[in-house]
């Protein structure tokens, strides 16, 4: 299984930045896409931030201009670099990998894998 592992959240106050990681490991597989998604407390996930293997990036109205998306791909790793964070951004962010990997008797297959989430909590 492609399993995506997030970094990064922090206690920060508003106005400052923080930069998430999130890296897949697994064997196999390629990844078409990556996202930051994030869910606060009696609020649906919603997504934040994806970005394509190809690079195109997309944004929630709410943080588009403080947030930049980014992949390496020859690490599967995407960051979300957070600026002029505020308190709505406060949330549990996951990370969302999708697509294909090689499975032994089935070839190639789509999966679409979440993170465990990590906490961003903004202080005013």
């Known amino acids: 299984q492609v399993q995506p592992v997030e970094s990064g959240g922090d206690l920060v106050q508003a106005g400052g930045s923080l930069r998430l990681s999130c890296a897949a490991s697994?064997?196999?597989?390629?990844?078409?896409?990556m996202g930051w998604y994030r869910q606060a407390p009696g609020k649906q996930r919603e997504l934040v931030a994806g970005?394509?293997?190809?690079?195109?990036?997309n944004y929630a109205d709410s943080v588009e201009g403080r947030f930049t998306i980014s992949r390496d791909n020859a690490k599967n790793t995407v960051y979300l670099q957070m600026n002029s964070l505020n308190v709505e951004d406060t949330a549990v962010y996951y990370c969302?990998?999708?697509?294909?990997?090689?499975?032994?008797?089935?070839?190639?297959?789509?999966?679409?894998?979440w993170g465990q989430g990590t906490q961003v909590t903004v202080s005013s």
């Open positions: 970005i394509t293997s190809s690079g195109g990036t």
């Open positions: 697994g064997s196999s597989f390629t990844i078409n896409f």
């Open positions: 969302n990998a999708r697509g294909r990997q090689v499975r032994v008797g089935f070839g190639w297959i789509d999966f679409a894998s």
